[in-house]
């Protein structure tokens, strides 16, 4: 490369939770930079699935975390060509792309759900993917599919 790889800013953490997942979320489903209105629905969704919560022994925040784990993929596959075909080859996923994959697919599964406020919405994808299933889980569980699918064209890998 030319030019150095630029420096990952540290996030800070969130005010409630003291957590820097949380503000790396809430910076995803922002909207045209209205932080605080972000913070506001994670907040409030946190607040619905406290309600809701029949497993005493796991808190909201808990549960969200869950939920996460439950969304991520561990490989995806990608698109190469080799010799005029394109083959869509399995490759395993870092870390980091793994979070954000999952947060991404967390809150584009909620914004497109049919409860009232965006977050009654993330709330229900949030209790649904702690109990494995909704949307989110399923995309992931696609994701995989697709992947094992694939699984002869490995060798092409590089």
Known sequence: MRKKQA??????PDP????????????????????????????????????KNTNE?????????DALSNVMPHVEVRSRR?????YQIPNQI?????IST??????SFSRKR????????LAAEIMAAAKEEG???????????????NKAFSHFRF
């Not at 022994?57 to 975390?65: G, N």
């Not at 870092?94 to 793994?98: A, E, F, Q, V």
């Not at 049919?114 to 919405?121: H, L, P």
Request: glycine share 4%; proline share 2%; no cysteine.
């Open 102 to 107: 999952a947060m991404k697919w967390l809150i």
């Open 135 to 149: 949307a989110a889980v399923k995309k992931r569980v696609d994701t995989h599919k697709m992947a094992e699918a």
């Open 114 to 121: 049919n409860e009232k406020s965006m977050a009654a919405k």
């Open 94 to 98: 870092r870390p980091d792309r793994k």
């Open 82 to 86: 080799v010799g005029g075909a394109t």
């Open 16 to 51: 409630k939770f003291n957590d820097q997942l949380v503000t790396r979320f809430v910076n995803m489903m922002m909207w045209s930079g209205k932080k605080s209105t972000a913070f506001k629905v994670f907040y409030d969704a946190i607040d619905i699935v406290e309600e």
């Open 57 to 65: 022994e796991k808190t909201a925040l808990e549960l969200w975390k």
């Open 7 to 12: 420096k990952k800013r540290p996030i800070l």
